[in-house]
């Protein structure tokens, strides 16, 4: 019988904690689902949700700052970068100094939520 009441309890936590364990997956993903949408200004909102639960993941530092950049949020485009290539693994710090170069003189295009100046990003391919 103990047994039983054993097995229960854990089945009890495991239905309570599996869906809180899935759900930051759940928001990630969606959240780089709006980026590759183009909604960036919604997976913004919920890189910054991530950030504030787990504020080492440089993965969500990086779209962050992929994010802000789309935005015309370019400083705080670049802090992101800069944490990213301070912290992150070699390959994120590859990306983040290259999304760093690509800004280096660029200021913020975006004042009191009209566009100033629209920059362009371009290949030479």
């Known amino acids: 019988m103990q047994k039983r009441h ?41 890189f910054e949700s991530l950030k504030t639960s787990y504020p080492n993941n440089a993965l969500t530092h990086y779209y962050l700052a992929l994010c802000r950049q789309a935005l015309g949020h370019l400083d705080k485009a670049k802090q ?16 983040a100094a290259q999304g760093l170069s690509r800004m280096s003189g660029a200021r913020s295009s975006v004042s009191n939520g009209k566009v100033k100046k629209i920059l362009e990003f371009y290949a030479s391919w």
């Open 6 to 46: 054993l097995i229960n309890a854990i089945a009890a936590c495991l239905v309570a904690v599996l869906p809180a364990m899935s759900a930051p997956a759940n928001m990630y993903n969606q959240a780089v689902a709006d980026y590759n949408a183009g909604r960036y200004g919604q997976a913004a909102a919920a």
């Open 80 to 95: 992101e970068y800069q944490w990213v290539s301070q912290y992150g693994d070699a390959s994120l710090k590859g990306l």
